[in-house]
């Protein structure tokens, strides 16, 4: 049998995943977690900002950021996570949002069947074509 990814090994469920957790925002006092405008209440800020938005303790993650596209995982930016790593030559996109609507890749509807990389046929489950496999590398800019 050939070398697997360990992401198609169907024991495992998740790499590199942080656990499952409540979502819980600091505040200095009381009276800051009570306010709908900055913990998001019933009355939520009327600008529609999400929860915590304007909570000094909250950092959020929209944004640009620097992203590599690669037609396959062979292909990815392999060492993109070490420290000093140059992404300055990467494009820009906007987080949070879906890499094949701003033009990398091919974007996918499936509500019923799996993508056309993923054979269906019973003795190869599962099996992925390697050469559709395409990958996304980000770094916050």
């Keep these: 049998m050939r070398d697997r990814y360990r992401w198609e090994d169907p024991a495992v469920f998740a ?16 009276d800051q977690a009570l306010s709908p405008a900055l913990s ?7 600008l529609g900002q999400e929860p915590g938005a304007r909570s000094p303790w909250k950092l959020s993650l929209n944004g640009s950021w620097h992203f590599s596209y690669s037609p396959t995982y062979a292909q ?15 494009d820009q996109i906007r987080v949070p949002g879906i890499w094949e609507l701003a033009g990398y890749g091919t ?14 046929n019973r003795w190869k489950i599962p ?14 800019t």
């Design 15 to 30: 790499i590199a995943k942080e656990r499952s957790h409540a979502i819980l925002l600091p505040y200095d006092t009381i």
């Design 40 to 46: 998001g209440g019933p009355h939520a800020d009327p």
């Design 127 to 140: 099996s992925i074509d390697h050469r559709d496999t395409p990958t996304g590398s980000t770094e916050r």
């Design 107 to 120: 974007p996918y509807y499936l509500a019923f069947d799996y993508p056309p990389a993923i054979s269906k």
């Design 76 to 90: 990815r930016e392999k060492e993109f996570y070490r420290q000093g790593y140059d992404c300055s030559r990467w």
